[in-house]
C-alpha cells in the first residue's frame, strides 16, 4: 500500500521548460545575441553538462554563475556571468507555470489518502516561491530540497532526512515521481525506494536505469497509484 508519494518539481508538477524557454531568450536579446537559436543551443548543452556536475556532487554556485558569460562569449560577447545568473534566478522565481493537469492530479491523489511531499534539486528561495506562486503549495505536507539537505539526487543522501522525519518511511510505502532517470529515478533507486518515471514525451529508456514504473500522463499515473499501488 503507498502511504507517501515524492515528487520532483521542474517537468513532472512545475513546467519550468516552459519559462526556462521565454527567459533564456530574453537574456540574449538583452545582450544583443544575433542568432538567439544558436545561443540557445550552446546554452543548453552547457546547461546539462553543468547539472550532471552539479548531481555528482559539485557545488551549483560556482558552476551555474559561468552558463551565461560561457555561452555569450562563443558568440563574441563579454557579460557578467555572475550578474545575469542573478537576473536569470530572479526570472525563474517568478516561474509559475504548471503542467495542465497538475492541480487535479494532486487533488485525487490526496483524496485517496496518501500524504504528498517534495523532493527536488535546486535552489531553495526559487522552488519554494514558484510553489507558492503556482499555489501548488498547498497539496505538500513538507518539501525536502537539495540546497537544504547538502546533497542532491541521485545520491542517495538526499532522502536520508525523509527516513528520519517521517518515522514510518518504508521502500514498501513510499515511491518517488519524476521526470529525470538520471536523478530522480536513479536516486530512488539507490535510496531503495519504488520510483515512477513521469515520460510525457514518450523518451525510450536507453539507460541502465529501470524504474519500478513508467507512466506518459496523469491520467496513467493516478490509475497506476488506484489500482495497482493502493
Same mark, same amino acid.
Given at each position: 500500500?503507498?502511504?507517501?508519494?515524492?515528487?520532483?518539481?521542474?517537468?513532472?508538477?512545475?513546467?519550468?521548460?516552459?519559462?526556462?524557454?521565454?527567459?533564456?531568450?530574453?537574456?540574449?536579446?538583452?545582450?544583443?545575441?544575433?542568432?538567439?537559436?544558436?545561443?540557445?543551443?550552446?546554452?543548453?548543452?552547457?546547461?546539462?553538462?553543468?547539472?550532471?556536475?552539479?548531481?555528482?556532487?559539485?557545488?551549483?554556485?560556482?558552476?551555474?554563475?559561468?552558463?551565461?558569460?560561457?555561452?555569450?562569449?562563443?558568440?563574441?560577447?563579454?557579460?557578467?556571468?555572475?550578474?545575469?545568473?542573478?537576473?536569470?534566478?530572479?526570472?525563474?522565481?517568478?516561474?509559475?507555470?504548471?503542467?495542465?493537469?497538475?492541480?487535479?492530479?494532486?487533488?485525487?491523489?490526496?483524496?485517496?489518502?496518501?500524504?504528498?511531499?517534495?523532493?527536488?534539486?535546486?535552489?531553495?528561495?526559487?522552488?519554494?516561491?514558484?510553489?507558492?506562486?503556482?499555489?501548488?503549495?498547498?497539496?505538500?505536507?513538507?518539501?525536502?530540497?537539495?540546497?537544504?539537505?547538502?546533497? #542532491?539526487?541521485?545520491?542517495?543522501?538526499?532522502? #536520508?532526512?525523509?527516513?528520519?522525519?517521517?518515522?514510518?518511511?518504508?521502500?514498501?510505502?513510499?515511491?518517488?515521481?519524476?521526470?529525470?532517470?538520471?536523478?530522480?529515478?536513479?536516486?530512488?533507486?539507490?535510496?531503495?525506494?519504488?520510483?515512477?518515471?513521469?515520460?510525457?514525451?514518450?523518451?525510450?529508456?536507453?539507460?541502465?536505469?529501470?524504474?519500478?514504473?513508467?507512466?506518459?500522463?496523469?491520467?496513467?499515473?493516478?490509475?497506476?497509484?488506484?489500482?495497482?499501488?493502493?
Amino acid at each position: 500500500m503507498i502511504k507517501y508519494m515524492i515528487f520532483d518539481l521542474d517537468d513532472t508538477v512545475l513546467d519550468f521548460h516552459r519559462g526556462e524557454m521565454e527567459y533564456i531568450d530574453e537574456i540574449f536579446n538583452q545582450q544583443g545575441v544575433s542568432d538567439i537559436s544558436a545561443a540557445k543551443s550552446e546554452y543548453l548543452k552547457l546547461n546539462k553538462k553543468i547539472w550532471e556536475n552539479i548531481e555528482a556532487g559539485a557545488k551549483p554556485q560556482p558552476l551555474l554563475n559561468t552558463r551565461f558569460s560561457k555561452t555569450l562569449s562563443l558568440f563574441g560577447i563579454e557579460a557578467d556571468g555572475v550578474q545575469l545568473e542573478a537576473q536569470y534566478r530572479n526570472m525563474l522565481n517568478h516561474n509559475f507555470y504548471t503542467i495542465p493537469g497538475a492541480n487535479d492530479l494532486l487533488t485525487r491523489l490526496q483524496k485517496l489518502g496518501i500524504t504528498l511531499f517534495v523532493g527536488t534539486n535546486g535552489v531553495k528561495k526559487t522552488q519554494i516561491e514558484r510553489l507558492h506562486g503556482s499555489g501548488l503549495d498547498k497539496y505538500f505536507a513538507e518539501y525536502f530540497i537539495s540546497e537544504d539537505i547538502g546533497y #542532491s539526487k541521485p545520491n542517495a543522501k538526499f532522502f #536520508s532526512p525523509m527516513f528520519k522525519r517521517i518515522s514510518d518511511l518504508t521502500s514498501e510505502n513510499t515511491v518517488m515521481v519524476g521526470d529525470r532517470l538520471q536523478s530522480d529515478i536513479l536516486g530512488a533507486s539507490r535510496a531503495g525506494l519504488q520510483s515512477i518515471w513521469f515520460n510525457p514525451n514518450k523518451h525510450n529508456n536507453k539507460s541502465e536505469i529501470q524504474p519500478t514504473y513508467t507512466v506518459d500522463s496523469y491520467q496513467q499515473l493516478y490509475k497506476l497509484i488506484a489500482q495497482k499501488l493502493n
